[in-house]
């Protein structure tokens, strides 16, 4: 049976997700704001998708509740499960759902997870966290046999995947398999049948330039590309080499793509980031989730918050944009995108 990754933007049936615990990833000063921008993303999507939660035990679990009551969630709407995990990346770690052909029979692909070419020994145990839940999932589970994470894959649900060759390619997720083996897995378990590859991600993505943060399809043929219009600015060559390369690309079908430009916003790390501080953080207005009913946007305090959020409020007239302050989120590495990971409708 065939199966293929529909876009973001095909109805789900719920969203995963992962309530935040670590504190190396967000000390305190930043949990705690971290922790209410969840309530406010968990309170946006419940209102038209399920939410399924991973919590440590019981009592995160009735702390959460609370929260989430004061907040007047529909707590119905939230389904709790409860395991061991380290952070808050399920798109990373979590279930990648694909659908067959007529759109009837739902699967999930469980790939590897080495916390980052092994960079943060931490998060290594997140690779157990569904293997541990399988049974709680409602589908059959299929074994990708390599190291990917959700936020390294983009796909338009016609078979087209964009990737970066910094991130699949690195020596340190799969050393032993070659460019064409990964393109054979992408094929096989997310039904790809054209992958398209970008250079590289981000300055200073301890990711190794996940795709999440540099190009979003919005369409099947449009994508929003992150880019840096300052010719000073670290990012400056890397997203116009993506832009350049992408003009030059096509989709499943032999067609070029419409693409669309979002500037980058401008964020540093504080003093109190170890080693990293008044470095950029590797921040983007690509990194959105396309609900069912609204589009979570990351907006960082920056001047071009509000055209980023225009401009991808004009791709979905019938969805409501709302934007999430992600600048304590961005101190962890990531944003929206990279803490949901959606599960299709069958």
């Known amino acids: 049976m065939r199966f293929i990754m529909p876009a973001e933007w095909e109805t789900h049936e719920a969203v995963w997700m992962a309530w935040p615990h670590d504190l190396i990833t967000f000390p305190p000063g930043h949990i705690e704001k971290v922790e209410e921008r969840y309530v406010e993303i968990i309170k946006a999507l419940s209102g ?19 929260m989430l009551d004061q907040n007047k969630v529909n707590l119905p709407q939230i389904i709790f499960h409860t395991t061991d995990y380290a952070d808050a990346w399920l798109r990373d770690y979590g279930p990648m759902f694909v659908i067959d052909s007529k759109g009837k029979k739902l699967a999930w692909v469980k790939w590897q997870y080495d916390a980052y070419s ?8 997140d690779n157990q966290v569904f293997y ?4 709680e999932i409602n589908a ?13 894959i983009e796909q338009n ?4 995947i964009l990737a970066t060759r910094q991130c699949l390619l690195s020596s340190g997720r799969n ?3 070659t460019k064409e083996q990964i393109e054979n897995n992408l094929k096989n378990f997310l039904g790809a049948s054209n992958i398209v590859w970008l250079e590289q991600g981000l300055f200073n993505d301890h990711t190794d330039g996940h795709i999440d943060d540099i190009a979003k399809f919005v369409s099947p043929d449009t994508i929003l590309c992150a880019y840096e219009e300052d010719p000073s600015e670290e990012n400056y060559p890397i997203l116009k080499k993506n832009f350049d390369d992408l003009e030059k690309a096509f989709d499943q079908n032999g067609k070029p ?13 504080d003093k109190h980031k170890p080693f990293e501080a008044g470095n950029k953080a590797p921040a983007s207005y690509t990194n959105f989730y396309i609900g069912n009913k609204v589009i979570l946007a990351p907006v960082y305090n920056d001047p071009s918050d509000e055209v980023a959020l225009k401009i991808i409020g004009s791709y979905f007239p019938n969805r409501k944009v709302v934007g999430i302050d992600c600048r304590d989120l961005i101190y962890g590495g990531g944003a929206i995108h990279c803490i949901t ?3 299709p409708a069958s």
Request: aromatic share 6%.
């Open 48 to 66: 038209s998708e399920q939410v399924l939660l991973l919590v440590l035990n019981k009592d995160m679990e009735q702390k959460v509740s609370y």
């Open 118 to 125: 092994k960079k943060f020994p931490d998060l290594l145990k």
């Open 132 to 135: 541990n839940l399988k049974n």
């Open 140 to 152: 059959p589970m299929l074994e990708g046999g390599m190291v990917l994470e959700g936020g390294s």
């Open 157 to 160: 649900g016609k078979g087209t």
């Open 175 to 177: 050393p032993d398999l």
């Open 257 to 269: 793509f419409k693409l669309v430009k979002l500037q980058v916003p401008h964020l540093e790390y």
């Open 341 to 343: 990971q959606q599960q």
